[in-house]
């Protein structure tokens, strides 16, 4: 296979476009809209991959309608394509059309969030099958804000769930961090690692 589709997905305003951002090798394809759902600022990347990613701080709050997507080259020729999902649930049909023939998908939750292991939980439960049947990784943002919940209290409630998988704590806007991240993912995928 000359391509891996993986696809971003978790709680509004948990990273997921951002990462997409620190890593592509285009500029971004993004369906952001202005929203009265999410009223604080965000943190917003722009452009291509480089070793100086330019981000700005949005005067007005963004989000996800449709999906992100964008592209890092990998060894011998192959591309990897990384699709962002919306994060509100109203929008929840294009989580099915986008994991259609994915093999990977991250699950980002935001540990500064109100309630991050319900976030986990909510995702786990709807993906559940897909998680059963593909490489699945646990990328938690904002971790230099709250510490806690820690790593392992995430890695405790996946076991309570009888699933194991590898959790991150992510900068989503480190490209050193995501793509340490995604790295991993691409060697599950490729059956290196376990």
């Not at 394809?29 to 999410?38: C, G, M, P, R, Y």
């Not at 943190?43 to 992100?68: F, K, L």
């Not at 509100?88 to 939750?109: C, P, S, T």
Request: charged fraction near 20%; hydrophobic fraction near 40%.
């Amino acid at each position: 296979m000359n391509e891996h589709k993986v696809v971003f997905t978790g709680s509004l305003g948990a990273g997921k476009t951002t990462a997409i951002a620190s890593i592509s090798e285009i500029p971004v394809i993004n369906t952001d809209i202005q929203t009265s759902d999410f009223t604080k600022p965000v943190m917003r990347q722009i452009g291509a991959h480089s070793s100086t990613p330019s981000i700005e701080v949005a005067n007005r709050s963004m989000t996800t309608v449709a999906m992100d997507y964008g592209e890092v080259n990998l060894e011998l020729g192959k591309k990897l394509r990384l699709y962002g999902t919306p994060g509100q649930q109203r929008f929840d049909y294009m989580w099915k059309v986008l994991i259609h023939g994915a093999q990977g998908l991250v699950i980002f939750v935001d540990n500064a969030g109100t309630d991050p292991i319900g976030d986990l939980a909510r995702y786990t439960d709807i993906f559940r099958e897909y998680i059963l049947t593909t490489h699945t990784v646990v990328a938690v943002t904002r971790m230099d804000l709250v510490p806690r919940p820690s790593i392992q209290v995430y890695h405790n409630y996946l076991h309570q769930l009888g699933i194991q998988l590898p959790v991150f704590s992510v900068d989503a806007r480190s490209s050193e961090s995501v793509a340490n991240m995604v790295g991993h993912l691409v060697e599950m995928i490729n059956g290196e690692s376990c």
